[in-house]
């Protein structure tokens, strides 16, 4: 059934991955590049993703639609969205701190809820193929995409033209660079970033739901391996530009695959060194994007880190 | 209700018809008998001011006479604790800046209120009341490009603000106000930021536009040479207090002066021995520069000399460099040229130097800028000789005891008020946190102490004691340097005085009753 493609099997395998992993990179980032653009970092999306997930898998069972499941997922992330953004607008509040905290919290609540979960199949969500012109299997398998990804595509488009053209995006920014300014102009603070902390929440959940309903496909413990606090570092990397968001979500799904391609080809040795290859992205990209002068360029000032 | 909606009211146009045919011109901005305290502090007592259209309005005053409260209680940033705002013949409750932006007051302020990484033209479109849902670049830019086109003042539409100069940022500022179309325009210091030509060039243009437009600009500032050069009428304001008011051309600069700073009584400060000062300097400048030139808060200083056993105060409206002179003197910035010499040596501010050359600072804010606020004054007292034994010898470990019984010393010899030695210095009170320092700067034998405004904010008792304090200094041989925007402060307590403008020292004469306080206040200004 398989065809023979040599070496060639590695990119393909690469070009695959990037498609499937990468989906829960982008979700992320650009939940969290709307937070971070309005002033507020959070970390806790890593939570928020492992409870999605468990709320997304455990919804698709209860329901019998994934796609319940997906929004299921999406609400509970508003759900700890809002608990940050609300938290955080208490006076003499960190946003790291609380982030931290909600990371460990969604995490937890999630195992606890998802005890029951491990076991039963809940519906998987569906794939759209976009190989059926060839006859190469591997690559036929490789352009099945799930639908998410393609949202995902669409949203950041639409959030890089909200940022530019509308003036819910202009106020994101304005909050987000100068409270002050904002202030002056008579826009409110703290209920766009709430409402942008939320957004950044809805997001992560949706990225949980696809971990647990399409790619890998199951819920159990060891279902994130850390895309939510990778996403946060991508964000950055991406210097708040949604569209940058997508390519370095690309980026980092690709890297993800390398170890699985390397496998794949008969690589057996070394290749959980490659399994490691996201992390070691994002260290090697923190070290090469960061500088003394432009580090921190076109960083919302308003953040945390930056002030 | 609206400006706009104001101004269709029938009634009103009968009004303000009858008015026309009385002959009395209508202010078209009246602040009547506005009073503002904080706490027990009266920042403005009973002052009012009318604008009239097209007039050109200084407001002229020292620093802390009140200028910012008063506008700020027209912009509604502040609630004034009695007296009313009327715009047009109608008091109106201002409530916050967007409710004066509404009735069409604008106000440039000091700190700028851009957002630093959005472009010229984002700025300017965010700043309307109201932005389009969906915004349409490219009609945004056609109708901006033809504003701008009607004005002299030019700035790139599409650069963000954090890559403008400071100039260019205030003209965009400027230019905001007019887009929005301010009827009322509040200046605050602008020219502390532009070059003397960008100045001529701002200021200029809005007397002209106030002229053809009828609207009423409200300058704040202290330099009298943009009051004469470019203003109708002007309004004084000393310690909160409405000095004076009067047309310009009948004003001369003296008169200015006299009401601004005033007459003064001469605090009481202790007898001032007679001490011999030495030969040669304790501290000399020579050719000091620092910072960019020509920017606010830089400095270029020809010489600068202080002796043993005298006080010489540094006298000038803040920004004109002597925090930049502070600053060089407690390590906090280096010169970009020119040699500071202490008794003859270099010096760098190094805490080695300080140690051996006996430079002592006492800088303004010294909760922030030297002590911690969360450890014990016992810790913050010895901050200068905790890695010293008795007999000034290196030591490792901590002596705790010792630095106990000194703190417990210094406590009773100057009367701090302090729960216990190890409270934190930041549950101590403004003055008690000076009299903390200064005891520190003080302790052992001090050849020179650099303070820097050491009374701001204090109530009377402490201001008595501090001064005292620094004139103890003296008495005992040490050259001081006393940095104030207090002019009394400075005429009370210096030998000699000097006047700073612009980082440059333009004046030098005696202290005491022999200062002329009216001819510093000149210098002050940039006119001598």
């Known amino acids: 059934m398989t065809t023979d493609l040599g070496i060639w099997a590695v990119p393909l395998a690469v070009l695959g991955g990037a498609l499937r992993v990468s989906t829960p990179f982008l979700f992320v980032s650009l939940g969290e590049c709307v937070t971070e ?59 790291i701190a609380v982030g931290i905290a909600m990371m460990l919290l969604g995490t937890g609540v999630a195992f606890f809820f998802g005890k029951p979960l491990i076991q039963p199949a809940a519906p998987m969500l569906p794939a759209i193929s976009f190989g059926g012109w060839s006859d190469v299997p591997q690559l036929r398998a490789a352009l099945e995409v799930s639908p998410l990804f393609l949202i995902g595509i669409l949203v950041a488009v639409l959030l890089a033209f909200m940022f530019k053209r509308t003036r819910l995006g202009l106020i994101i920014r304005m909050v987000g660079d100068s409270a002050d300014a904002a202030r002056a102009m008579g826009y409110p603070i703290l209920p766009v970033r709430i409402g942008a902390t939320a957004f950044g929440g809805f997001m992560a959940g949706v990225a949980g739901a696809y971990l647990s309903l399409y790619y890998p496909g199951s819920w159990n413990e060891h279902i994130s ?18 569209i940058a968001c997508f390519g370095a979500a690309l980026l980092f799904g690709g890297a993800g695959a390398l170890g699985p391609a390397l496998q794949s080809v008969g690589v057996t040795s070394g290749y959980y060194l490659f399994y490691a290859a996201p992390y070691i992205l994002t260290l090697v990209i923190l070290f090469f994007t960061s500088s003394r002068n432009r580090a921190l360029d076109g960083a919302p000032r308003e953040l945390s880190i930056t002030k | 209700m609206s400006a706009i909606a104001a101004l269709h009211d029938p009634a009103r146009r009968e009004e303000s018809a009858a008015d026309h045919e009385s002959g009395k011109a209508r202010p078209l901005l009246e602040a009547v008998g506005l009073t503002k305290h904080f706490g027990n502090f009266t920042a403005l007592n009973n002052v009012s001011l009318a604008l009239q259209a097209g007039e050109f309005h200084a407001l002229l005053g020292e620093n802390g006479a009140g ?80 504003f701008l086109e009607t004005m002299p003042l030019k700035v790139p539409l599409d650069t963000p603000v954090d890559r403008l100069s400071a100039g260019e940022r205030q003209k965009t500022e400027i230019l905001k106000q007019l887009y929005l179309g301010s009827r009322v325009l509040v200046l605050d210091e602008p020219t502390s930021v532009l070059t003397p030509d960008e100045a001529r060039e701002v200021l200029g243009f809005l007397r002209k536009r106030a002229r053809e437009t009828g609207m009423a600009v409200l300058l704040i500032t202290h330099k009298f040479a943009e009051v004469t050069a470019f203003c109708d009428r002007v309004t004084v304001l000393r310690r909160g207090i409405k000095a004076g008011q009067g047309t310009v ?101 190094s805490r080695a130097a300080a140690q051996k050359l006996k430079v002592r600072c006492l800088p303004e804010e010294p909760l922030r800028n030297a002590c911690v606020g969360r450890m014990s004054v016992s810790d913050n007292l010895a901050f200068r000789s905790f890695d010293r034994d008795a007999e000034g010898r290196r030591i ?27 409270a934190p210095v930041a549950t101590l009170s403004g003055g008690n946190v000076q009299r903390a320092v200064l005891a520190r700067e003080l302790q052992g034998e001090t050849d020179l102490l650099v303070a820097a405004n050491p009374c701001f904010g204090l109530d009377f008792g402490a201001v008595a004691d501090i001064r005292a304090q620094l004139i103890a200094a003296r008495n005992r041989g040490t050259a001081v340097l006393l940095v104030s925007e207090d002019l009394d402060e400075i005429v009370a ?5 000097m006047v700073m403008f612009e980082g440059r020292i333009v004046y030098e004469c005696a202290g005491g009753a022999e200062a002329d306080t009216t001819v510093i206040g000149g210098h002050m200004a940039g006119h001598g």
């Open chain 2, 396 to 422: 490792r470990l901590l002596d705790r005891q010792r630095m106990r019984s000194e703190a417990e010393r210094l406590i009773a010899a100057y009367a701090v008020k302090t729960q216990s030695p190890s």
């Open chain 2, 67 to 146: 200028k910012s409260t008063l506008v700020k209680c027209i912009l509604g940033y502040y609630r004034p604790d009695a007296g009313d705002v009327v715009l047009d013949g109608r008091e109106q409750t201002i409530e916050n800046p967007r409710d004066a932006r509404r009735l069409g007051i604008g106000m440039v302020y000091q700190h700028f209120t851009l957002v630093p990484a959005m472009t010229v033209l984002e700025n300017l479109v965010m700043s309307r009341v109201d932005v389009p849902r969906v915004v349409d670049w490219k009609a945004e830019r056609r109708a901006l490009i033809r």
């Open chain 1, 225 to 242: 391996s850390g895309q939510g606090l990778i996403a946060v570092a991508l964000v950055i990397f991406a210097r708040w530009n949604p």
């Open chain 2, 249 to 349: 051309a009948d004003l001369s600069i003296a008169d200015m002066a006299a009401m601004m700073i005033g007459e003064r009584d001469l605090a009481e400060v202790p007898d001032r021995e007679a001490t011999t000062p030495g030969s040669s300097p304790v501290l000399r400048l020579e050719a000091v520069r620092s910072g960019d030139a020509a920017t606010r808060g830089s400095i270029a200083i020809e010489a600068l000399d202080v002796f043993a056993g005298e006080i010489v105060g540094i006298a000038g409206i803040s920004g004109n460099g002597q925090k930049r002179l502070v600053d060089l003197l407690s390590g906090q910035e280096a010169p970009d040229a020119g040699t500071l010499l202490v008794k003859g040596e270099p010096y760098d501010a």
């Open chain 1, 37 to 95: 653009k309005s002033g507020r970092i959070n970390l806790g999306l890593e939570g928020t993703l492992v409870f999605g997930a468990m709320a997304g898998y455990g919804g698709s069972l209860l329901t019998g639609s994934p796609w319940l499941g997906v929004l299921i997922a999406g609400l509970a992330g508003v759900l700890f969205g809002l608990m940050h953004g609300a938290v955080c607008s208490l006076p003499r509040v960190n946003d």
């Open chain 2, 493 to 497: 307590l210096s030998d000699r005085i």
